[in-house]
C-alpha cells in the first residue's frame, strides 16, 4: 500500500504563528495565561497546552489578571475592551487576514454600506468581524437566508476566510438584487482553498483517503465533504490511534489530508502508522 500526503495540508500560516506564540507565552509569562475558547480547533494542541499552564476560559469572567491570548479567529472589540478594563495583558494573535476582514467591514460601515457578513453565525471568527460592523450588520449563511435579507441602497458584503467559495457565489447571487450598489470583497482565505483543492485531486486518485484533525475543526469538515464528493472512501480521524486496519484491506493507494488547525507531528504519525501497515502486510 502506498501512502500520499496532499500537496498542501495541515497548519496554515495563521495557526501556526498563533501557536508557536502561545507554546513561547506559556514558558515566558510570569502570571497565569489564558486563551479566550480553545486556542485552535484542535484538541491535541489544546491539551499539550493545559499541560504547560495555558487554561482555556470560556468567557471574560472566567480570566482574572494575567496574559490573555487572542487567538487566530479574534475578539469582537467590546471583548477587547472587557479583557482592558479588568486589568488583563491582551497578547493578540488575531491572523493577519481575519484582521483584514475585519478592519474591511468596520470601513464598509463608516462609510454607509449595510454590512453583510457571509458565514455560519455561531463561529467565533463571524462574531468577531460582527463586532468591527456594528449592530447594523447581517450574518446570511445561505441563499435562502440572502433572500431575507432587506433592499438597500449601498450594500457591502465580507466571507468569513474558511467559507466554502461555491456557497459565497450562490448568496452573491442572490444580494445582486438587493442594492443599488453592491460592493463585495473576496475574503476567503487562500490556505483554506489551497487545501480543498489539494485535497480534491488527492480524492480522485486514491482508493482511500485519511483526513486528519479536531472533530470540532469546521474546515477539516469540510475537506471530509470535499474527498467524499471526491468519489474516495474517507474516514475523518483525530489521531493515529483512531485508524483501523481494516479500513484499508485490498487499497493500493491511500491518501492523507489535515484541516489548518491540525500540527504536523499529529499527521506525520498517521503517516508512520499507515506505512508501518503497509510493509507489515508486504513481508506478510
Ligand atoms: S485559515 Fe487563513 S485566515 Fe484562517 S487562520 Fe489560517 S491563514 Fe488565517
Known amino acids: 500500500m502506498k501512502v500520499v500526503v496532499a500537496s498542501d495540508a495541515g497548519f496554515c500560516f495563521g495557526v501556526k504563528r498563533a501557536t508557536k506564540a502561545a507554546f513561547e507565552a506559556a514558558s515566558a509569562a510570569a502570571g497565569p495565561v489564558y486563551t479566550l475558547g480553545e486556542l485552535i480547533h484542535n484538541p491535541q494542541v489544546v491539551a499539550q497546552l493545559e499541560a504547560r499552564g495555558v487554561r482555556a476560559a470560556r468567557a471574560v469572567e472566567d480570566v482574572g489578571e494575567g496574559t490573555v491570548i487572542v487567538r487566530s479567529h479574534g475578539l469582537p472589540p467590546a471583548t477587547l475592551e472587557a479583557l482592558e478594563r479588568q486589568g488583563a495583558t491582551v497578547l493578540d494573535l488575531t491572523c493577519p487576514t481575519v484582521k483584514a476582514v475585519q478592519h474591511r467591514a468596520a470601513k464598509l460601515t463608516q462609510e454607509g454600506y449595510a454590512?453583510?457578513?457571509?458565514?455560519?453565525?455561531?463561529?467565533?471568527?463571524?462574531?468577531?468581524?460582527?463586532?468591527?460592523?456594528?449592530?447594523?450588520?447581517?450574518?446570511?449563511?445561505?441563499?435562502?437566508?440572502?433572500?431575507?435579507?432587506?433592499?438597500?441602497?449601498?450594500?457591502?458584503?465580507?466571507?468569513?476566510?474558511?467559507?466554502?467559495?461555491?456557497?459565497?457565489?450562490?448568496?452573491?447571487?442572490?444580494?445582486?438584487?438587493?442594492?443599488?450598489?453592491?460592493?463585495?470583497?473576496?475574503?476567503?482565505?487562500?490556505?483554506?482553498?489551497?487545501?480543498?483543492?489539494?485535497?480534491?485531486?488527492l480524492a480522485g486518485a486514491v482508493d482511500v483517503i485519511v483526513v486528519v484533525g479536531g472533530r470540532n475543526s469546521a474546515n477539516t469538515g469540510r475537506l471530509v465533504e470535499i474527498c467524499r464528493a471526491g468519489g474516495a472512501v474517507t474516514h475523518h480521524v483525530e489521531t493515529a490511534a483512531e485508524l483501523q486496519r481494516g479500513w484499508f484491506q485490498g487499497t493500493g493507494v491511500v491518501g492523507v489530508t489535515a484541516g489548518t488547525s491540525t500540527p504536523d507531528w499529529v499527521i506525520e504519525e498517521v503517516v508512520a502508522t499507515l506505512a508501518a501497515w503497509s510493509d507489515a502486510a508486504g513481508k506478510g
Request: charged letters at 25%.
Open 115 to 201: 454590512v453583510v457578513i457571509i458565514g455560519d453565525r455561531d463561529h467565533p471568527e463571524v462574531q468577531a468581524i460582527a463586532g468591527y460592523a456594528g449592530p447594523g450588520a447581517v450574518i446570511v449563511n445561505s441563499a435562502e437566508e440572502a433572500r431575507a435579507v432587506p433592499r438597500t441602497e449601498k450594500m457591502g458584503v465580507v466571507m468569513q476566510t474558511t467559507h466554502s467559495a461555491e456557497a459565497c457565489r450562490r448568496i452573491v447571487a442572490v444580494l445582486v438584487d438587493k442594492a443599488s450598489e453592491l460592493r463585495v470583497y473576496n475574503t476567503l482565505c487562500e490556505a483554506t482553498a489551497k487545501r480543498q483543492k489539494a485535497a480534491l485531486e
